[in-house]
Every structure is written in C-alpha cells, then in structure tokens.
C-alpha cells in the first residue's frame, strides 16, 4: 500500500531547499580548522592508540565535533522562512520518510507542523503509541537533508526518542535525496 502524498513532489522539493538556502547562510564561518558539518568518523576514538582517556580528560576532537553538531543544530533552529513554506517542507519530508520506511510503529511527529507513521512492525491504533519520535522543525529537516546524522541529534538532546524501535538511523540516508535536484 503506497503513501497518500498530499504535497506535490516540485513544491516540496521548491520548500526544501529554500530551508536549505536559509540554512546554508545561518552556518558560522569556519576558520579552516573544522569541518562545516560534523563529521562522523570523529566521534570514534582511535583504537590503535594505546592512551587510554580518563572520565576527567576532554578529548578535543569529541569537543570540536560536539561543537560542529550544535552548531549545525542552532543554525536548523534558527531558520525564519515563511510559515507555508516551512510546513510544506517538514510535510514533504515527513511523506517521503513515510513512503522509504513504510509501516505504522513509529510514529513521527514536528509539531505544529505534522505527523507521520512510518517504520515496519506492529500496528497502532490506540492512544500514544509506544514508540514515538519528536524533535523541532528545524532538527528534522536537518536530519531530512543529511546536514546532521541521527545519533548526535539524539546525543545533543534535540530529538525525542522513546520504544524499542524509535530509531530512525536507517532510513535517514535515503531521506537525503530530497535536498538534492
């Protein structure tokens, strides 16, 4: 059973990447000595140093991502676009994840701006769900386009996850085909 899409695919598209445009110029400057979006293979320590990292130390290239993340995460949330505009892209955002990660146990919601049930498994028809994802609308299209990967939003406390399948890290990178084209 397809998705019902209620937004036509060129004006969400169109809503997208004017989210995107905004985004792009909230970005701080960067001197040349982190990346522009927070890379993920920073996160993890190297394992063939032998240094082991007490609780007390600060591992600087952990803080300096820390960083790049939350900065990607205020630039999301300080986006001011129209509010049509901005409802239309989390709505086209939120049909697309609907439609790549078909099913009804998750249930996806940005509010105001919308809802969707999505992810494969056992159907909900009453009350609140058990397993619900909340987060800002900014976070979400952040997330949406690839510009932040799902484990530091969790991290960073911008995304609400409960129930054992509130996991959205799988189908997010195929949710990334909406910013481009």
Known sequence: MGVRRRIDDSAGREAVRAWLREYE???P???GTEPEQPDPEQT???QSSPRQTSPDQTNPDQTRHERAVGDVLDA???VVLA?????????????ELSEIAEGNSVEVRVPPFGVAQCVPGPRH?????PNVVEMRAGVWLALATGRVDWD???????VSASGVRADLAEALPRLTRISRA
């Open 25 to 27: 110029a909230l970005l």
């Open 29 to 31: 400057e960067r001197d």
């Open 44 to 46: 993890s320590l190297d």
């Open 76 to 78: 999301a949330d300080a």
């Open 83 to 95: 509010r049509p505009v901005l409802a239309r892209a989390v709505r086209y955002a939120l049909e």
């Open 125 to 129: 028809t009453r009350g609140t769900p």
């Open 152 to 158: 530091d939003a969790v991290a960073a406390g911008r």
